[in-house]
């Protein structure tokens, strides 16, 4: 593998291989690739019920509608959160990269923090509004909303969950390939979070002008 | 340097949030966020100002969402049309494909319903 292949760059001794007669893809990649497709999945059980929020968002039965509920005020500091959460997340996938715990250490405790303030925000939303009996319970629009939001904020409460484990795994374990391939899987979850929150404020809290 | 072939032998397929050259990283993020602030702002903005026409606010907002997507999508999850993302690349293709499906289909189907569905006086007259 040294000098007798000098001449024949690995790229082109890569071309000359059928696929078929290529080894298996690295167990980073089948799980990175593998966990791709289920973020994906996930994706289409919230466009599913994006389509019922689109589909039910008028129907208000006479109660509140999203003009008279939503604070747009928060809606910006929660998606604040989560953007910066998602920055900090890079950094310490950065981190995992360099195997440097104590930065891995650091900038997870900044996703933990941003997350558990967007959650927080959202929980207290979330009382607010059933307190003015603006519960789920009391429209097709508040059914579909609570749904939609309510499953985003329980992914997101998951990811804190899977980080405070993985933080334990790294401290008790180290940076095994299983653990570092976790976390991976963990960075890759919480940048999904993103891409659907993203939808949500725009379709749900920007949205509540045009029902 | 000393062993240049398994790095480079990395090039038949890569993990989705995966990058080859480690170098620039913190830059890429440091963009997407860049961005991802500046979308944001500019959907809030839009959707309280007047400066743009009205009818026209909803397709900015949308515009600006499937931007900020495309944002995250490429500068957090590093997915490109590579050769070594090829993979990955047509699972996002299909996922997007049905995602639309479900999405416009519901839309399109309960639209429909709706609109050729008795007016609800009538509909109560008859069960009388």
Redesign the interface.
């Known amino acids: 593998m040294s000098s007798t292949n000098a001449l024949t760059s690995p790229v082109d001794r890569e071309d000359q291989i059928a696929i078929s007669e290529r080894g298996p893809a690295s167990r980073e990649v089948v799980a990175g690739f593998g966990f791709w497709l289920f973020l994906l999945s996930d994706i289409v059980i919230f466009g599913a019920l994006f389509a019922a929020y689109a589909v039910l968002a008028g129907r208000t039965a006479g109660g509140p509608d999203g003009l008279e509920l939503f604070d747009k005020g928060n809606v910006l500091i929660e998606t604040m959160c989560l953007l910066a959460s998602s920055f900090t997340c890079g950094l310490c996938s950065l981190a995992i990269e360099r195997r440097n715990a104590p930065l891995t250490y650091l900038w997870a405790a900044f996703t933990f923090a941003l997350g558990a303030v967007f959650i927080g925000m959202e929980i207290t939303e979330f009382i607010h509004m059933i307190g003015e009996d603006a519960g789920p319970d009391r429209s097709a629009f508040l059914s579909a909303f609570f749904t939609l939001v309510g499953t985003h904020g329980l992914h997101v409460t998951v990811g804190l969950c899977w980080f405070a484990v993985m933080m334990a795994q790294v401290a008790t374990l180290g940076f095994r390939d299983a653990v570092v391939r976790r976390l991976l899987c963990l960075t890759l979850f919480w940048h999904a979070l993103d891409i659907v929150w993203v939808g949500v404020f725009t379709i749900v809290y920007l949205g509540a002008h045009y029902v | 340097m000393s062993d ?2 398994p790095q ?11 990058v080859h050259n ?1 170098r620039g ?2 830059i ?3 963009a ?2 860049g961005f ?2 500046v979308l ?1 702002l500019a ?2 903005w839009a ?2 100002s007047h400066a743009v026409w009205a009818p026209a ?2 397709i900015l ?2 515009v ?2 499937v931007g ?2 495309g944002v ?2 490429v500068f ?2 590093h997915i490109s049309s590579g050769p070594d993302d090829t ?2 690349f047509l ?2 293709a ?2 997007i494909f ?2 639309a499906l ?2 416009f ?3 399109l189907i ?2 429909n319903l709706n609109a050729n569905m008795m007016p609800m006086d009538q509909l109560m007259q008859m069960q009388r």
Do not use: C, K
């Not at chain 2, 990395?10 to 989705?16: E, I």
């Open positions: 240049p072939v480079e032998a990395a090039v038949q397929d890569r993990a989705p949030g995966t480690e990283s913190v890429t993020y440091l997407g966020l991802a602030v944001t959907s809030f959707s309280d606010v909803p907002l949308a600006l969402a900020q997507m995250h999508v957090f999850f993979n990955n699972a996002l299909f996922g049905v995602v479900v999405v289909g519901s839309i309960m639209s």
